[in-house]
């Protein structure tokens, strides 16, 4: 299989997974679109292992690498700044959306800074037994 026909296939695997979970938040169905995307995420797993051209070379890694990492500097500079101001704008009524909102972006920093931190260490400890 060629690079270009598993793009082919991707397209069509993410119309049909657009499509379905179209439908089925109209239809409250939750199940399905779960089912969908799992489902073609393994289709096109195998798909690409049948391509036998090179997908990603090192350049392409290192460019990822730095895009998440300010992709993440960036979420996690936001997060923080408008979770401060609408946690300290809704602390008065501590069942207000303002507050929830605050508390969920908040908790999502840390989370995200929590994983970087154990997935860092890990990567370390692989690159020092390498």
Do not use: H
Request: proline letters at 1%; aromatic letters at 14%; a positive charge.
């Amino acid at each position: 299989m060629t690079k270009k026909s598993f793009s082919i296939y991707r397209l069509v695997a993410v119309i049909i997974v657009a499509i379905v979970i179209g439908v089925s938040i109209n239809y409250g169905n939750w199940y399905l679109p779960l089912i969908i995307i799992v489902a073609s995420w393994v289709f096109l797993y195998i798909l690409r292992q049948n391509v036998k051209e090179i997908m990603a070379d090192e350049r392409d890694y290192m460019i990822a690498g730095k895009a998440s990492l300010w992709a993440m500097r960036i979420y996690l500079g936001v997060s923080v700044i408008i979770g401060l101001i609408l946690y300290v704008a809704g602390i008065d009524e501590k069942e207000g959306i303002l507050f929830g909102i605050a508390t969920a972006l908040l908790y999502s920093a840390s989370f995200l800074m929590v994983v970087y931190a154990v997935l860092f260490k890990i990567y370390e400890k692989k690159n020092e037994n390498s």
